[in-house]
């Protein structure tokens, strides 16, 4: 089992840049991928990146390709996710999971973080 803690929301303008960090418990956490999702005020949660155990492999959803960019380090035990140009879209609840595989979906995720908000004002 792992536990996940996200840090580093906030409020922002648009366009600018944010850096979350996940920090997970235990000695296991090269043996997850590693995700972020998020969740808007009466919209679903959905997939923002995700990264393999090893970091090898990431994949972004299109909404967020080419501004967002996720890392991990597992000396650390930690998975980021950086957040440039943002924009008032991306207001949310961001959520860390871990999964056997890359959580493309919700589904695929085992465990969650409780959430950190991420506020863009335009």
């Known amino acids: 089992q792992v536990q996940l803690v996200e840090s580093g929301g906030g409020l922002v303008q648009d366009g600018g840049s944010l850096r979350l960090s996940c920090a997970a418990s235990?000695?296991?956490?090269?043996?997850?991928?590693m995700g972020w999702f998020r969740q808007a005020p009466g919209k679903e949660r959905e997939v923002v990146a995700g990264?393999?155990?090893?970091?090898?492999?990431?994949a972004y959803a299109d909404s967020v390709k080419g501004r967002f960019s996720i890392s991990r380090d597992n000396a650390e035990n930690r998975v980021h996710l950086q957040m440039n140009r943002l924009k008032p879209d991306d207001t949310a609840v961001y959520y860390c999971?871990?999964?056997?595989?890359?959580?493309?979906?919700?589904?695929?995720?085992?465990?969650w973080g409780q959430g950190t908000q991420v506020t863009v004002s335009s």
């Open positions: 999971a871990a999964g056997q595989s890359i959580p493309t979906t919700t589904r695929r995720a085992d465990y």
């Open positions: 235990g000695r296991t956490f090269n043996k997850y991928a």
């Open positions: 990264i393999s155990r090893y970091g090898g492999s990431t």
